[in-house]
């Protein structure tokens, strides 16, 4: 079995790169089943449904699914989508055979003991940055004047080209239509964040994912509030702890 970990820290863009190899891709493979693999609970869940949708006649525990991807001689593959607790051994859950395929995203690196092959995703090239923030920001991406090219350049930089900070960016920046604005409110936001003295990043990328977060957050309404803090709190992983 080929076993390939794609590993970043959060927000790089692994599962979006995997999704991407899966469409680009999915006539190469007989079958292509996703695993999410932040809890075991949800992994064995994602194995039980592999039976079920196999045809696996009653399917009893999550093990059937294991043994279906085990015994049949296919070019099938497996995305195991945010591997990241290294609690959780995900050997277990891989199937021990000579067939198939598997992806593994996750931001711990010590995945690599148990990959064919592993890659640690790059940071983005600014020319990558600046259209991917172009793209969520400007609505008419067929009208792009070169002042608002060069201050999606410096926004992006700004935020160190990282994905999930520029597609919040971006988000924001079409909704609020705050192109040239968005700098000085990026900024006021920094300001805000430090004055509260949180503790030391560990790297470069954590403001400009929280900042960007942070300035949609507060266009929302206390209603809004409320409902994302109730969906926060029912999501399944709260409700097994």
Not at 43 to 59: C, L, R
């Amino acid at each position: 079995m080929k076993i390939f970990l794609l590993y970043r820290l959060g927000g790089a863009g692994k599962t979006q790169i995997a999704l991407e190899f899966t469409r680009r891709f999915k006539q190469r493979f007989t079958a292509i089943f996703f695993i999410t693999a932040d809890q075991e609970d949800s992994i064995q869940g994602s194995y039980f449904d592999i039976a079920k949708t196999s045809g696996v006649q009653d399917a009893q525990s999550w093990e059937a699914g294991l043994h279906w991807l085990h015994s049949h001689e296919e070019d099938w593959l497996i995305v195991i989508d945010n591997a990241d607790d290294p609690k959780i051994p995900l050997s277990r859950y891989l199937p021990s055979c000579d067939h198939g395929n598997v992806i593994i995203t996750s931001r711990n690196p010590d995945l690599r003991d148990i990959a064919n092959q592993y890659l640690e995703l790059s940071d983005m090239l600014p020319e990558e940055g600046i259209q991917l923030l172009v793209k969520h920001a400007i609505k008419d991406l067929n009208n792009v004047s070169d002042q608002q090219q060069k201050v999606a350049a410096k926004i992006a930089k700004e935020l160190y080209y990282f994905p999930l900070a520029l597609v919040h960016a971006g988000a924001y920046i079409n909704k609020q239509q705050c192109l040239f604005e968005y700098l000085d409110r990026l900024g006021n936001q920094r300001e805000q964040l430090l004055s509260k003295g949180p503790q030391q990043p560990k790297d470069k990328y954590y403001y400009s994912v929280y900042e960007t977060w942070n300035l949609s957050w507060g266009q929302l309404s206390p209603d809004s509030r409320m409902f994302l803090g109730l969906c926060a709190h029912l999501h399944y992983v709260s409700a097994t702890q």
